[in-house]
């Protein structure tokens, strides 16, 4: 701790040499306070000694460059995640693999419940998306440009042109931002605004809790700001990321279904938000090898498939039917390959090993053994079954 002082008082004597090198200063020794664990911030004591002139000047720089490289940061982050997606053959709307694209069954579930092409809920929804949010699979703010694509807009956070001609966009009918800012009214006090309303448009942010604070700056302060706290009586039923285990904390379609449910909207018109939302987790589970939550059956379409080698494609080697110790199916389990391997024929077969049994000798299935042609081995080939976490092997 001296020497941090030491140094800090080091560098108020350089700050009077010239205007360039008290800047330069100013960065040493912040940097080095907040490599050393001290944050100083914008120490007082620094800029007091530095004229008026440079100061100004050197804040109004850093914004404007902070805001450069926000944009050519976020469209480059955007541009190659997009070019990575079609490379993996993703879809660009759902981001899911082509194979379990569920952009069909989402517009079937908007379609059937209302009886016409899309929901007949009275607001549009303009989704605010942040620009590492686009193209995850867990993401749920894609579910309105699938299900209600006529009645709502899309613009990505960080994306300079996708960004300004949203926020102009917004300034052209009525709206009301989804944040529950510390100045962020409960949105039962616009009920009746909302029914005499024309044209009124749902401005909801979609991005993880921490970026969700930048989204909020990007937006005009003179929009008012909602929220659902009040509302919000039952669990989130997104189960894809582990935010949403906090009870007061919802995921972004189930903070619109609740929005709209409190300025009046009916039941039929909000339920296919919540259908739609639990395909979307049971999708995701499945595509990360996992049984869905919500019993929707999602079954992979290889003929979509683009390449032999990428995901859900026709697997080259088949997967045992039941696990002989846990007697769990592939319905049930998952069944993680673990090697070829060779024995020597005259040895007997070994009963199918426990990770639980004490003194179990586990080592010949951890690495797997060069396969030659020898008439005194055979190959086999071992498996690990993931819900009783056994080991057992099958003849090749």
Known sequence: LAKDVRMFFQSLLLVGISNEQSLHNIKICKAHFHLRGICIGRTIALRSMLPDNVVIQQRKKSNSNSNLQIYEFGERCFNDRRLRMMEENKCLNCFMFNPLCICQKVKEVFSNNVGSRETNVKASVAIFMHYKEWGRSSNTGKIFQIGMHHKSTLGLYGVEESESHFIENLSKSPVLVLYPSSRAKPISE???????????????????????????????????RVKVDDFVSAPSQFLNRKQSQNKSRVS?????????????????????????????????????????????????????????????????????????????????????????????????????????????????????????????????????????????????
């Not at 909302?194 to 929009?223: E, F, G, M, R």
């Not at 619109?256 to 987790?281: D, H, N, R, Y």
Request: proline letters at 9%; one cysteine or more; a negative charge.
């Open 252 to 396: 972004t379609v189930e903070a619109v279904a609740i929005a709209l449910s409190a300025l009046g909207e009916p039941p039929e018109a909000i339920e296919p938000f919540f259908k739609a939302l639990q395909l979307s987790v049971d999708s995701v589970l499945t595509q990360n090898g996992r049984l869905p939550a919500y019993g929707a059956r999602i079954v992979p379409q290889l003929s979509l498939t683009a390449s032999s080698n990428g995901p859900f494609t026709v697997p080259s080697i088949e997967k045992p039917q039941q696990c002989p110790l846990c007697k769990a199916t592939q319905l049930e389990s998952n069944f993680k390959n673990m090697g070829t391997h060779k024995r020597s024929r005259n040895t007997p077969k070994p009963a199918p090993l426990t990770s639980k049994e004490e003194g179990s000798d586990q080592d010949i299935y951890e690495k797997p053994l060069d396969l030659e042609d020898d008439v005194d081995t055979e190959a086999i080939r071992v498996w690990r079954c993931r819900a009783c976490k056994g080991y057992f092997e099958c003849r090749i």
């Open 190 to 224: 616009f009920k009746e605004w909302y029914q005499s309303t024309p044209n009124v448009t749902l401005c909801v942010l979609d991005s993880t809790w921490t970026q969700s604070a930048a989204l909020d700056k990007a937006i005009p302060s003179h929009i008012p």
